[in-house]
């Protein structure tokens, strides 16, 4: 594959260009992508004959540049592959080894890049390791995990809580040895101990296989947690701003640094860090001295409602806070998280997809956003998450057929009821589609300098309005979109200008710049002559 690294100017920053920079990312949860064995579950042969969906080179296909890869490790699926009982080897579920080597292989030969999950701060509770470690005190393994004695009187060490709500406590006591273990997610994921050197190493050869392997980088998990206080003092009662002793410690970054240099061992492979940072400003630091993460995942715009006052807030402080070496990027779901067409509706979906591909940044895109999913409600008997997360990870909707072309079989979890409306074959020639619009937003982004790698400036807008400028040499695009289900006018310059892309399928022709009429929730992409304010 060509790659191409070279320096320029974006905006008042210089920024090196590299591939990851310049992609947009799709995530791809593989238990629900594509059946190829009719066992009900997703796996690696079936993403292999979904690539060309994916890119076949033409604007017939959705034009990604990169697959991030969700766990496909050995796993008892406890929390469905985020419990990791051997790094180095694909469950069953999946396919084998040799499946993913052709996946990359293939892949690699549309010129589609692939970062693979990488799950450093827990293992599953029946991972090698763990096994032994909990064999006795005095086990060499011991040491790998978190263990602490009862607080005296009995009970847990401290007063640290699972992110998974339901289990309270992150302590779970192991009988065998009298002593409690942490555990930030379920019981079945044992916190590794990241002081110790050993699991630094231990981890640090996981991603020499996978880098080996050709992988082109990581989606890391949890990655701002790995290290909790050595003493394990409780948390202030009242956090108030103040600090946690088991997230976001200094001490990680110095792992994010070793990780940065094994990464740059090899050529042009990055790594996108999940960090639930509490503010922007504690987010940043993960970029570190342009020596840590590639970049952090902004997720500050899945938690905004749907106003452009607070899209372009997020967008406006991120700008700021970024130092010069720096290099956005954004989502708007993903396999945690409600989909964004469940959480603005649908009639937004194309605004909300606009906004995320035209903004300076690396795009982030969940399977399925591309044809509109929405979250899928689970009937009790078939709820198999412990935290709620079933309803965004239903299996993808290819067809009306009654697998929804994702399987022959039963699927592992309901298929939407408007798959058979909602669906890739439905949508694929239908030029008015989501997914028709997607292909266009995406292909546009791809032939744009401007919008791969051009700066970044708000416009003047009405209330309701998020509009701003695009540039790179001499492409000038100016961006408005109305977040209101009013019309709405905004002026973006002089002059006319030509109509690159509206969210209203069939708008064309010229802007009056002066006077922009927008539709409700409409977003469009006009081509300007730098003359815009
Ligand atoms: C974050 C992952 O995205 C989530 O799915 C998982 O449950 C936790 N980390 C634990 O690994």
Not at 272 to 285: C, F, H, I, N, T
């Amino acid at each position: 594959m060509q790659i191409g690294i070279w320096l320029r100017a974006v905006g008042s920053t210089s920024v090196e260009r590299t591939w990851w920079r310049e992609s947009v990312f799709y995530q791809i949860y593989p238990r629900s992508f594509q059946d190829s064995n009719g066992d009900g579950i997703g796996d690696l042969q079936g993403i292999i004959r979904r690539l060309d969906h994916l890119n076949d080179g033409t604007p017939a296909s959705l034009g990604i540049d990169a697959i991030w890869l969700s766990p496909f490790y050995r796993s008892p699926m406890a929390d469905f592959g985020y419990d990791v009982s051997d790094y180095c080897d694909v469950d069953p579920v999946f396919g084998r080894l040799a499946d993913f080597d052709l996946l990359l292989a293939e892949a690699h030969r549309r010129g589609i890049r692939i970062i693979v999950d990488l799950v450093p701060g827990h293992t599953s509770d029946q991972h090698p390791w763990f096994q032994e470690a909990r064999a006795s005190l005095g086990n060499p393994k011991r040491d790998w995990y978190v263990w602490a004695k009862p607080r005296p009187g009995g009970g847990p060490p401290n007063n640290w809580r699972s992110v998974f709500t339901r289990f309270g406590s992150a302590w779970t006591l192991d009988p065998e040895t009298g002593e409690y273990y942490l555990h930030h997610f379920l019981p079945q994921q044992p916190d590794l101990n990241w002081w110790n050197d050993a699991v630094r190493d231990a981890i640090e050869s996981v991603m020499r296989f996978w880098l080996d392997r050709g992988v082109d980088g990581f989606r890391i998990d949890v990655a701002h947690g790995l290290v909790r206080d050595q003493q394990l003092r409780s948390n202030p009662r009242f956090l108030l701003g103040r600090p946690r002793r088991n997230w976001d410690l200094e001490e990680v970054h110095a792992i994010h640094r070793r990780w940065r240099k094994v990464l740059d061992g090899y050529s042009d492979r990055m790594a996108v860090g999940e960090v639930d940072a509490p503010s922007l400003a504690r987010l940043v630091r993960y970029y570190g001295n342009d020596d840590e993460l590639s970049f952090p995942f902004n997720f500050h715009f899945l938690g905004q409602p749907w106003r452009a006052e607070r899209f372009r807030a997020v967008v406006g402080q991120w700008e700021r806070l970024l130092p010069a070496h720096a290099w956005p990027d954004y989502t708007l779901s993903n396999h945690d998280r409600s989909r964004a067409a469940t959480r603005y509706g649908l009639a937004r979906a194309r605004a909300a997809a606009l906004l995320l591909l035209t903004l300076r940044g690396t795009p982030f895109i969940y399977y399925g956003e591309e044809i509109g999913m929405t979250d899928v409600p689970i009937p009790p008997d078939r709820v198999v998450d412990v935290h709620g997360r079933d309803p965004e990870r239903t299996p993808m909707q290819w067809d009306g057929t009654q697998g929804a072309g994702f399987t022959a079989g039963a699927p592992w979890l309901p298929i939407a009821a408007d798959a058979t409306r909602v669906n890739v074959a439905a949508q694929r020639d239908d030029p008015a589609s989501l997914l028709s619009f997607y292909r266009r937003l995406i292909w546009m982004r791809r032939g744009s300098p401007a919008l791969r790698a051009g700066t970044y400036r708000t416009l003047p807008a009405p209330r309701g309005v998020f509009a701003y400028l695009r540039e790179a040499n001499d492409e000038h695009l100016a961006i408005a979109i109305n977040f209101t289900d009013r019309e709405a006018r905004v002026r973006l310059g002089t002059g006319a200008a030509p109509i690159l892309l509206s969210t209203q399928h069939g708008r064309d022709g010229e802007l009056d710049l002066a006077a922009v009429a927008l539709a409700p929730n409409e977003g469009i992409v006009a081509r300007i002559g730098g003359q815009a304010g």
